[in-house]
């Protein structure tokens, strides 16, 4: 029988409507709720279960006991009986919950074959953590966004869709990237993403409808097809920076290359030649000044993806390309190669790339325009600019 | 007491409910394999008198194909019935396939069309110079409403047109020491095909994204520009029913750096005689004779096509033109054959039966007609926009004016709801009419796009307003029941997992026998 | 006055439309438009004719200057006898006036063109067909694209006898990015001797070709083709499989062609639509740039439902590379070419076939005894080709006897077309009028 595993974080997005930027740590939960927030993770989780019982009557749902579970789905599941300590209570109180909880509650449903989490991005982090615990027991998931900061691409758009995606749901899955924001940082006006892994969520089914006869079928653009995009375009003897996300992951599998996906990695591609170029890494997952070792004095380019729904470019989960590896990159005749699907620039609404290396003075220098690569011979100028600008404290 | 027994309802009839009663044709018809019978023949065909000619092994065929084998009438029958079950847009309010531009196709135009049939395309300039003369005609009546000085009737469609203007560009650059130039750059909202035939030709495209507007940046158009800009490929109004003001210093910027300006007018129905292509600075421009001239769309074609050209690239125009020359005070129409010419876009000149009709319709209309058609097609689509927006949960993104239609979103209703706009699309065409999502990538969420050309009167604009608002407060009440649309069409909804099963699907009958019904896999 | 194609225009509807919306007049709408981009003027176009009377008289005086006449006319165009139920199912206003409706609204449109691709690939015995491309040229062009994407290599050796308008083309198409190489013609109208090597995509060959020779070496050339792992590629034209093997029949990879003798008129080149046909090998079926439609079942048992067969095709090919725009093309023309093939099914197929093979040679041999016949020991099917002293002098000739005796190939070729419309009298009358031409 189809099952559902179901987790709600009952706190996430408490600290949202009471202008906490967050709600990571029992603290912030607690003057959340001093100021007199309300949890609605626990009526956003029931929308989405109300939706998947309604499109597949026949489904099993699985949950935990206690706030995590039971609690935060209201009336409309009843779980098995209990068989762990009921996460949640850990924390004590009211239902706030800890990072610990949400991972306890994960492993716990590792047998289902989908499991729902509703959260935001801090939530998302823990169930990455849970789920690289389990290894390849850890099934398929998918966020219901319900917290304050939901970037990730582990997210359906809305608790509805999340529902009627969980229903649908034929076992074909995709990777998803999960990031999250420092809400320290964040709190304080600084917007700060970070990548942190990704994570296995269903693969939802193209849309069958406007197929309009007579038009187009442009496919969109591909991660593939950007990474052939940017080996085609590489020129042997200079150094590839290759920054961490799925994209330039891409690149490196290209140049059948094992790169790493939250790393900074160097490569340099082989000679021409039919049936797959082939390349050397030569850094993997290096420092700042191994980085800056590599590429000083050489000739060199950057090839950085879009991290997060914000549109950083630079100083988010690729710190390593600090200002002094950028001066040496453009000392070298470098340029800065963007990776990003049309799609994902599209959920920028017009606002612009972002760069934050830490140096008003680099940042300004990078200000401008930057060619972004969104699919094999195909590319868009984009504009970038400093993240201080565009998030004026 | 009556003849025909108890009365069981009353006159007046009352009054229409709101919304149509509507239930499309469903007849339930067999594919056309199954009506088979051996032995039976829909037209005979007349017999050889002398002997047959003796065919080598090598060349002849063994088994026979596997027709189906009907009578005349049932052939007929069959595909009255599959007629039936099709909407075309004599039939429908078709705002809802916007870019599209549907409007009515004037019935007398086919018979003029029809008048082509005979007409054989290698016969000699004498015998058609009446078909020349309408070739002639048209193509100095496009001239006038693009300002371009020269116009090739020749591509088969909107996007063979496009191509053609691709394969211009190359043919001009290459002519002028431009072969270096590799780069052609669009907008995001440009028609696709302008991307696509770019590439098709062998171009790296630059799309440029629209900025918090909705409008293409114009500094990345700066920062696009340079030694290796062929073209730029654009669309104004673009898809979304904007237009472009800054367009001038677009063109002057491509123009800058040697570049040639290509102006993509599918969506010229709301600006005809209002503005015009080469008054803007354009090299080139393509219309579709199917959209804005009106020739009918036929199920996805034949369609015509149009480009315009500034002087600089008459040299490399689809051959042959059609010129008009005189002597001994007569006029006469030729085939000529441009000196640096692309060649060959399509077989022969054209597509008549549909440059025929184009030239019959602007040939009823006029200037004051055809500035009437783009002034009543802006009014539609104004008028129809005021009434979407007061449908809770859709809107239309970027508070800016439009043009002759609107990408609008669902994106609030959606979110609420969890029903997508492909959905309550098939939900509407349960009251009779269509309705069309966009083009990827879905840069407005949830999108649909209408377009309310001249043809539709004012009752029509309320009544598929009325249908979507009904369908989306179906979506508020009961999702569920949207989602299984439809109802009242043709068919029940369909599965259609197994079309992308190499082991499944079936693009012929064939195919179909062979994986599942001869038992083999 | 309210013209009759705009309802809206009429005065009083105009006013509370821009009423509810709060304009004053549409020229609020146009506001964006720059004034130095406006046209202050009217267009200059000739006066409307809106009464349809008017209309009708004007376009009748345009046609009365086209002059009808016997007509030998082919070379890519043919005068094939249309059936009256092909002009009535493809002249319903449902058909004719819709564009591209969901399966659900347009599931007609969408049946009959999955009956017309599935009697396509009853004719040429292969698994998939496109829906129709814009005309045999394009089909010619797509598929040996295909075949170069297919095997990753961009060089193609083509059949030498292919009409020039054709050639041009597909050197448009082709040429900026796959290297096109010729084979000779043979003195008996076939293609000649050739050699290839693992640096071919693709053999591409047409039949019957340019001079109406229908191509025996088929099988040869598909053995040549695959032993240096490259495709074949036949432009067959479909109205001659009805006795005529299919290229499949002799290892063809891919077939393809124009469609317009199924049903379709002259229509001064307007009744054209392409065809591209594959077995069913994914990676192949993968390289389809266009259309492929296919059953699928519906919530209800014993109900067709139709969709998009692997409408994301990018699983194998780099669809990137040399990708092709999919276009408005053609489709009532292949809802007709399917009325067609229902209306003559394999019988009336074979009958036609037989027929024309046989009035071609009856032509044949009527010309013969006045002018040279070239590749006379070939298999023709309704064209050949004549040598004459003046190609320009002999079709003029013709045409001051009402006659279209024929397509100049050049100044001195003429190619001459029969079909099953002529009569041994019209190929008689052809032939006492060439003698008397040439005789004069």
């Given amino acids: 029988m189809f099952t559902v595993g179901f987790v709600v974080n009952p706190v996430a997005g408490l600290g949202g409507s009471a202008g906490l930027k967050g709600s990571d740590g029992t603290d912030v939960q607690r003057e959340a709720l001093a100021r007199g927030a309300r949890p609605r993770a626990g009526e956003r989780a029931a929308q989405a279960v109300r939706t998947l019982l309604a499109r597949r009557p026949g489904v099993r749902i699985a949950t935990v006991p206690g706030p995590m579970g039971v609690e935060g789905a209201h009336e409309l599941v009843r779980p098995p009986a209990p068989h762990h300590p009921e996460p949640g209570r850990i924390a004590g109180g009211v239902g706030l919950t800890t990072a610990e909880d949400t991972r306890a509650a994960v492993a716990a449903l590792a047998d289902v074959d989908l499991l729902l989490f509703a959260g935001g991005d801090g939530t998302a982090r823990d169930v990455l953590d849970a789920v690289q615990e389990l290894g390849e027991a850890a099934p398929p998931v998918l966020g219901i966004p319900a917290g304050v900061k939901v970037y990730s691409g582990c997210f359906a758009i809305s608790p509805a869709t999340a529902g009627f995606v969980a229903a649908d749901f034929d076992g074909t899955t995709a990777e998803a990237e999960v990031v999250d924001l420092d809400e320290e940082l964040y709190r304080r006006g600084e917007v700060s993403p970070r990548l942190y892994g990704s994570l296995r969520v269903p693969a939802a089914r193209a849309a069958l409808s406007g197929r309009k006869a007579g038009s187009s079928a442009t496919a969109e653009g591909t991660v593939e097809g950007i990474a052939r995009e940017v080996v085609a375009t590489m020129r042997p003897g200079i150094r590839y920076v290759l920054g961490p996300g799925a994209t330039t992951l891409a690149v490196g599998r290209e140049l059948g290359l094992a790169t790493t996906l939250l790393g900074v990695d160097v490569v340099e591609r082989g000679g021409s030649g039919f049936g797959g170029v082939g390349g050397v890494v030569v850094g993997a997952d290096v420092s700042e000044p191994e980085l800056f070792e590599l590429v000083r004095g050489e000739r060199s380019a950057l090839v950085l993806s879009v991290i997060g729904g914000q549109g950083f470019v630079l100083g988010r989960g690729n710190q390593q390309v600090s200002p002094r590896v950028l001066d040496a990159v453009r000392a070298g005749g470098g340029e800065l190669i963007v990776l990003a699907t049309q799609q994902k620039l599209a959920t920028l609404n017009g606002r612009p790339l972002l760069a934050d290396t830490g140096d008003e003075e680099t940042d300004s220098k990078l200000s401008g325009h930057a060619r972004v690569i969104t699919g094999y011979r195909e590319s868009t100028i984009y504009r970038i600019c400093p993240a201080s600008e565009e998030f004026q404290i | ?521 | 006055m309210t013209h009759p194609y705009i309802p809206n225009t009429e005065p009083g509807v105009r006013a509370e439309m821009l009423a509810a919306v709060g304009a004053r007049s549409v020229e609020e709408f146009y506001a964006d438009i720059p004034a130095e981009l406006r046209l202050n003027r009217p267009l200059d176009l000739p006066a409307p004719l809106v009464a349809e009377q008017d209309l009708v008289r004007h376009m009748e005086g345009l046609f009365a200057k086209n002059v009808a006449g016997l007509s030998f006319l082919g070379h890519g165009s043919y005068a094939h006898y249309v059936p009256a139920v092909c002009d009535e199912v493809n002249s319903r206003s449902e058909f004719l006036t819709a564009y591209a409706g969901e399966p659900y609204e347009d599931h007609g449109r969408f049946q009959a063109l999955f009956e017309y691709v599935s009697m396509m690939g009853e004719l040429l015995e292969m698994d998939v067909v496109n829906v129709p491309t814009y005309d045999g040229y394009q089909a010619s062009g797509t598929a040996i694209r295909m075949a170069c994407r297919y095997t990753g290599r961009p060089k193609v050796l083509l059949s030498g006898a292919i009409a020039a308008e054709k050639l041009s083309k597909l050197r448009d198409f082709l040429s900026h990015d796959i290297e096109m190489v010729f084979a000779p013609v043979a003195a008996n109208g076939e293609i000649g001797e050739v050699e290839i090597d693992d640096t071919f995509g693709a053999i591409y060959l047409e039949t019957p070709n340019v001079y109406g020779v229908v191509e025996t070496r088929g099988k040869e050339l598909a053995d040549l083709a695959h032993a240096n792992g490259a495709l074949l590629v036949v432009s067959a034209d479909p109205i001659s499989l009805g006795v005529l093997a299919p290229p499949a029949a002799y290892g063809a990879d891919i077939a393809c062609g124009d469609i317009q003798p199924l049903g379709m008129h002259p229509g001064y080149g307007g009744g054209h639509a392409g065809y591209i046909a594959t077995q069913d090998h994914e990676p192949l079926v993968a390289e389809f740039p266009s259309r492929l439609f296919g059953i699928a079942p519906t919530k209800v048992p014993g109900e067709y439902g139709f969709g998009d067969v692997y409408y994301d095709r990018t699983s194998f090919a780099h669809r990137e590379e040399g990708k092709e725009w999919v276009g408005t093309a053609a489709a009532l023309w292949g809802i007709t070419a399917g009325v067609y093939l229902a209306l003559m099914g394999p019988e009336g197929m074979k009958e036609l076939g037989e027929t024309v093979l046989s009035r071609t040679r009856y032509a044949m041999d009527a010309l013969g005894r006045h002018v040279t016949v070239r590749h006379r020991d070939a298999v023709h099917f309704r064209e050949f080709a004549i040598e004459v002293p003046s190609s320009g002098a002999l079709l003029d000739g013709l045409r001051d006897k009402g006659i279209f005796g024929g397509v100049a190939l050049d100044d001195r070729t003429v190619l001459v077309c029969v079909t099953e419309c002529h009569s041994t009298d019209d190929i008689d009358r052809l032939a006492a009028a060439v003698k008397e031409v040439l005789g004069a």
Wanted: proline content about 7%; hydrophobic content about 35%; glycine content about 8%.
């Fill in chain 2, 1 to 521: 007491m009556s003849g025909h027994g108890e009365s069981f309802a009353e006159l007046p009839v009352a009054p229409k409910p709101p919304l149509r009663r509507f239930h499309q044709a469903r007849w339930d018809e067999p594919i056309i394999f199954e009506l088979s019978r051996p032995g039976r023949r829909g037209i005979a065909v007349p017999q050889a008198e002398g002997p047959g000619v003796e065919l080598p092994a090598s060349v002849r065929r063994e088994h026979a194909p596997k027709l189906p084998e009907m009578s005349q009438l049932h052939v007929l029958r069959h595909y009255l019935r599959l007629s039936q079950e099709n909407l075309g847009f004599d039939l429908n309010i078709d705002v809802g396939q916007g870019t599209c531009t549907m409007k009515y196709s004037p019935k007398v135009n086919d018979l003029f069309a029809k008048a082509t049939n005979p007409l054989h395309p290698h016969q000699h300039e004498d015998t058609v110079q009446g078909v020349l003369e309408i070739y002639w005609r048209m193509e100095r009546m496009l001239a006038e409403i693009s300002g371009m000085s020269r116009v090739s009737l020749q591509p088969g469609s909107g996007s063979a047109a496009i191509y053609a203007n691709i394969a211009m560009i190359r043919a001009y650059h290459n002519a002028n020491g431009g072969e270096h130039r590799d780069q052609v750059i669009t907008t995001m909202f440009s028609h696709p095909s302008n991307a696509a035939c770019a590439k098709t030709a062998g171009y790296e495209v630059i799309t440029l994204m629209p900025d918090a507007e909705g409008l293409p940046d114009i500094e990345a158009l700066k920062a696009a520009i340079g030694p290796r800009t062929a073209a730029l490929m654009i669309t104004n109004p673009e898809d979304t029913g904007v237009f472009n003001s800054r367009i001038k210093e677009f063109v002057d910027l491509v123009h800058s750096v040697g570049g040639l300006a290509c102006y993509d007018q599918a969506n010229a129905n709301g600006i005809l005689g209002i503005t015009r292509a080469r008054d803007v600075g354009f090299d080139l421009c393509h219309f579709n004779l199917h959209k804005t001239f009106s020739t009918p769309h036929s199920c996805g074609g034949p369609a015509a096509g149009a480009c315009g050209v500034a002087p600089a690239l008459e040299p490399f125009l689809p051959e042959p033109t059609v010129d008009r020359v005189e002597f001994d005070g007569n006029e006469r129409f030729v085939l000529k054959y441009p000196e640096k010419s692309v060649g060959k876009i399509r077989p022969f000149l054209g597509v008549t039966p549909n440059v025929v009709r184009a030239y019959a319709w602007i040939m009823s209309l006029g200037a004051e007609g055809l500035r009437q058609v783009a002034e009543t097609a802006v009014l539609n689509n104004n008028y129809l926009m005021h009434k979407i927006l007061q449908i809770p949960g859709a809107s239309v993104p970027w508070n800016s004016r439009h043009v002759e239609q609107a990408r609008y979103s669902w994106q609030q209703l959606s979110e609420e709801t969890g029903v997508h706009s492909e959905e309550i699309g098939t939900r509407a065409a349960d009251f009779g009419v269509h309705y069309w999502t966009s083009h990827h990538p879905y840069l407005v969420p949830e999108p649909f796009t209408l377009e309310p050309t001249e043809s539709y009167a004012k009752e029509d604009l309320d009544e598929y307003a009325a249908i979507l608002a009904h369908v989306a407060d179906e979506a508020r009440r009961d999702p569920e029941f949207v989602k299984g649309a439809p109802y009242n069409q043709t068919i029940h909804k369909i599965d259609m997992t197994s079309l992308d099963d190499p082991k499944q699907w079936a693009p012929t009958w064939r195919a179909y026998v062979r994986k599942h019904l001869s038992g083999q896999g």
